[in-house]
């Protein structure tokens, strides 16, 4: 069974850079893309973009000049780097990942909540 | 404002048959891209709750079925039950700004069981 286990700085101020990690147990390593997804408080979920092993990455169009999301230092590890950060990506960040053949998210890791505030 | 269009809420009694709409465009829904369906409690992770328009991963009670049309696809729970109060979310895969695509999600409907 697939599990995510994500983490990352929690409070961070305007203009700094945030970075979170993802850990994929169980699977999941091949035939999947690696997601991020966040949900503001009090809003909707909101894609970030993704990343395939071996292959490349795509971004959602408003952050794509912010975000980048790369691998780890280990085979079963991805980052979400969003810099410039402001009030506004304060917000629950999960890790996910979605199989290639689909793009229904699959499995979801626990949130990591991120705060931005001077 | 979000690419796929939910009601903001919808309410039902327990035993009762409730539906949810998701209404897109001809860059998502009606470019024939499947809709999903997430059920989010607070605090939680959110759980797919119906994958390609109409399937039900392992372990979703069979009260929840979904459906899709030409620019719009619906998530059914019949039989209400209390455990059912939650936010649901419909995504899919849009188009229009990117030659590649990217994932859009509706705006979430609040289910409340009165």
């Known amino acids: 069974q697939v599990q995510l286990q994500q983490w990352g700085a929690g409070l961070l101020k305007p203009s700094e850079t945030l970075s979170l990690t993802c850990a994929v147990y169980g699977g999941a390593l091949s035939g999947y893309s690696w997601s991020w997804i966040r949900q503001p408080p009090g809003k909707g979920l909101e894609w970030i973009g993704e990343?395939?092993?071996?292959?490349?990455?795509s971004y959602s169009p408003p952050l794509e000049s912010r975000a980048t999301i790369s691998t780890g230092r280990s085979e079963n590890q991805f980052s979400l780097s969003l810099t410039s950060v402001t009030a506004a990506d304060t917000a629950t960040y999960f890790c996910?990942?979605?199989?290639?053949?689909?793009?229904?998210?699959?499995?979801w890791g626990k949130g990591t909540t991120v705060t931005v505030s001077s | 404002q979000s690419v796929l269009t939910q009601p903001p809420s919808v309410s039902g009694a327990p035993g009762q048959r409730v539906t949810i709409s998701c209404t897109g465009s001809s860059s998502n829904i009606g470019a024939g891209y499947d809709v999903h369906w997430y059920q989010h409690l607070p605090g939680t992770a959110p759980k797919l709750v119906i994958f390609?328009?109409?399937n039900r991963p392992s372990g979703v009670p069979d009260r929840f079925s979904g459906s899709r049309s030409a620019t719009s696809a619906s998530l059914a729970i019949t039989g209400l039950q209390s455990e059912d109060e939650a936010d649901y979310y419909c995504q899919s895969f849009d188009t229009s700004l990117t030659g590649y695509g990217y994932v859009v999600f509706g705006g979430g409907t609040k289910l409340t069981v009165l």
């Open positions: 390609s328009n109409t």
């Open positions: 996910v990942v979605r199989p290639l053949t689909a793009y229904y998210m699959e499995v």
């Open positions: 990343i395939i092993r071996g292959g490349g990455t």
